[in-house]
């Protein structure tokens, strides 16, 4: 089946413009993860949704990101204002609720973001 | 600071060598999961482990995972090319089920 899509693939933007990112999940996956990965590191958490709503947005580095879901499926993270420091690589992962808490995560391909 | 760290962060051998991955951390998790992941991807699962003392194969890949819950590794025998990659820990803290905790990862190149 269709694994985790994302796009743009690659994205560049201005210094304070404002972009945004999607993501579509595996159907039927309920939970879905933000995260973001500099050159050559871990990957950061940034949100997690279940179904629509936002159990835990700790990630989050400031006041210009936020994300939303809709209809338990694809999701939308937006940055504002951005800054250069906002250039990563950002990933996308759904998760089936696992069995004995696992919550194995399936990676989309990511969204280069560079802004200049 | 790392809530998993794992170690080396660089690691380069021969084709048919053997190497292992270390992620270690103070905390307890209740469940830890290794990916791979290859440039310009995502990362890919590879196993996961949730009992400590667990010792889990997949083929030439052996993952373990601490009596404490608290550390683990991967041990790769008889490296091949294609086992190129960024190797990542990751654990679900206990009381945290939705986020996962990455190491940095181990970037491991095997030449032939």
């Known amino acids: 089946g269709a694994g985790v899509s994302q796009s743009p693939s690659n994205k560049v933007t201005e210094k304070g413009k404002d972009v945004e990112l999607r993501c579509d999940p595996i159907?039927?996956?309920?939970?879905l993860y933000w995260y973001r990965q500099s050159l050559g590191q871990g990957l950061e958490f940034l949100i997690y949704?279940?179904?629509?709503?936002?159990?835990?947005k700790s990630g989050l580095p400031s006041d210009r990101f936020s994300a939303e879901r809709t209809g338990g499926s694809v999701s939308t993270l937006t940055i504002q204002r951005t800054q250069q420091e906002d250039s990563a690589v950002y990933l996308c992962?759904?998760?089936?609720?696992?069995?004995?808490?696992?919550?194995?995560?399936?990676f989309g391909p990511g969204t280069r973001l560079t802004v200049t | 600071t790392q809530l998993l760290e794992q170690s080396p962060q660089f690691l380069s051998i021969q084709e048919g060598e053997n190497l292992t991955v270390y992620c270690n951390s103070s905390?307890?998790?209740?469940?830890l999961q290794w990916y791979r992941q290859e440039p310009g991807e995502g990362p890919v699962l590879l196993v996961t482990?949730?009992?400590?003392?667990e010792v889990k194969k997949l083929k030439r890949l052996t993952f373990q995972f601490g009596d404490a819950r608290k550390d683990s590794s991967l041990h790769i025998t008889a490296a091949q090319p294609g086992d190129t990659g960024l190797y990542l820990c990751?654990?679900?803290?206990?009381?945290?089920?939705?986020?996962?905790?990455f190491g940095a990862g181990t970037q491991v190149v095997v030449t032939p």
């Open positions: 482990v949730v009992t400590g003392g």
């Open positions: 159907s039927g996956h309920t939970a």
């Open positions: 905390s307890v998790f209740s469940s």
């Open positions: 992962a759904s998760s089936p609720k696992g069995l004995a808490g696992t919550y194995e995560q399936y």
């Open positions: 949704f279940q179904g629509n709503s936002a159990p835990d």
């Open positions: 990751a654990g679900h803290v206990t009381d945290s089920w939705g986020k996962l905790q």
